[in-house]
């Protein structure tokens, strides 16, 4: 076997084990245990994250961060994947921000040559814009690993008027319009809420008093339906043209409000948190003409209100 073949086959061998020692290795390969220590050295210059452990029950071990195995990728693919993950350079935060750009950087340094020319071609003839945003959200990867390992956190979180701390259990994260989202179960109001992630001003671990619910069969495809929102809801009818279906999409796709007809206009119809409407007010006012709202009379209540104010603004203005 030659040592390249042997060194490929050596890093399969050690990222399948938890454990091994250099007997054992080589044994399996048929080879001196001086020649397998040098090639755990050329493995451990390669970056695979190898530990070693002195004594009679000592070792070798691999540790969490394991390498992935090399994989055989078509042109079309290696294109596909690396445009997948630059497209990801639009957002100032992402939960694997580091680890993304290296990466990339990695994926595009052992292309050949002409999938490189390729791809530089095509930079600047395919993008995926996401609206620029200054919000930080310095938080996502720790609200993901809380999501998948069913923890619960503390967090600061600044809504719209007000400045509270709690305890949430988060459900995962998602971004839309350039903005991250985390829906979550909340301590504090007994349910689950939505929470916008550049307004959590901090986070920790969750106080130990507050047991963690079993929430795993709940993901970003079912939260909405898998619990009943004890908080007072009420009806929201809203007619909209094309352009305010589009806003719409963008602002309320996740929340199943939305229903759109052949000739691409639509309307909205359902239950909204009676908290939420002075959030709809502003939505529906930025649309103008574009909605027309029906129920509830609270929320037309509201955009009175809020349009009388501006209005105010420019009173005697020429």
Known sequence: ???????????????????????????????????????????????????????????????????????AFTEEEAVALFFACHALRHYSYIPFETEASSALGKFYHYMSGDVRDRI????NRVDFVVPARQAESPFLSALLEAAVMQKTVRIKYKSQDTLS???????????????????????????????????????KEGDPGTKPLDLRSVHLDNWEDSFTDKS???????????????????????????????????????????SEIPYFSRLFIGLGSDAAVTEPPELVDCMRAKLKELLAKYDGQV
């Open 1 to 71: 076997m030659s040592k390249s073949k042997r060194l490929l086959e050596l890093m399969l061998t050690v990222n399948r084990k938890r454990k091994f020692t250099v007997k054992e290795l080589a044994q399996e390969f048929g080879v001196s245990s001086r020649t397998i220590l040098r090639d755990l050295q050329e493995l451990g210059e390669l970056g695979v994250p190898l530990y070693s452990e002195v004594g009679p029950h000592g070792g070798y071990q691999v540790l969490n961060e394991r390498i992935l195995p090399p994989i």
């Open 120 to 123: 530089d071609q095509m930079k």
């Open 165 to 203: 701390e709690r305890n949430i259990q988060p459900i995962g994260i998602y971004a839309s319009s350039g903005l991250w989202y985390c829906p979550a179960y909340c301590f504090l109001r007994g349910g689950v809420r939505l929470f916008r992630c550049d307004r959590i001003e901090s986070m």
């Open 232 to 274: 007072p809801n009420t009806r929201c009818r809203v007619q909209l043209s094309e352009e305010g279906v589009r806003v719409c999409e963008a602002e309320l796709g996740r929340r199943g409000l939305l229903r759109v007809r052949e000739d691409g206009t639509g309307w909205i119809d359902g239950d909204i948190p009676n």
